[in-house]
Nanobody, 125 residues
Framework: EVRLVESGGGSVQAGGSLRLSCIAS????????VGWFRQAPGKEREGVSC????????FESGFAKDRFTITSDNAKSAVYLQMNNLTPEDTARYYC??????????????????WGLGTQVTVTS
């Protein structure tokens, strides 16, 4: 059974930082890619960042390049999203998702075949 379990969300003031974690199980991490998506109230879900379990190559959305950093720990089958200098516009539910059948990264939702339940991030001004 594939599982993706997110943690690390919470409420933070603008300018603050959070580190999200995603622990994966049920598939071969080194042959997969794992990404982060987010969905704000009333908005469509959007891709944030992705990392390959094979070679740790990353792929980020434009808005994430300067403030968000994705990393992984293959030994723990874990992916982390370090988010710095948060703004109220970053308020959203953040989801971890996996491409279990390939390690090439992208942020096309339909290509991700497993999803976690998400963790809420709220940034107050």
């Amino acid at each position: 059974e594939v599982r993706l379990v997110e943690s690390g969300g919470g409420s933070v003031q603008a300018g603050g930082s959070l580190r999200l974690s995603c622990i994966a199980s049920g598939f071969t991490f080194e042959r997969a890619a794992v990404g982060w998506f987010r969905q704000a109230p009333g908005k469509e879900r959007e891709g944030v960042s992705c990392i390959s379990g094979k070679d740790a190559k990353t792929f980020e959305s434009g808005f994430a390049k300067d403030r968000f950093t994705i990393t992984s720990d293959n030994a723990k089958s874990a992916v982390y999203l370090q988010m710095n200098n948060l703004t109220p516009e970053d308020t959203a539910r953040y989801y971890c998702a996996a491409i279990s059948y390939g390690s090439a990264c992208h942020l096309i939702e339909v290509g991700f075949d497993y999803w976690g339940l998400g963790t809420q991030v709220t940034v107050t001004s």
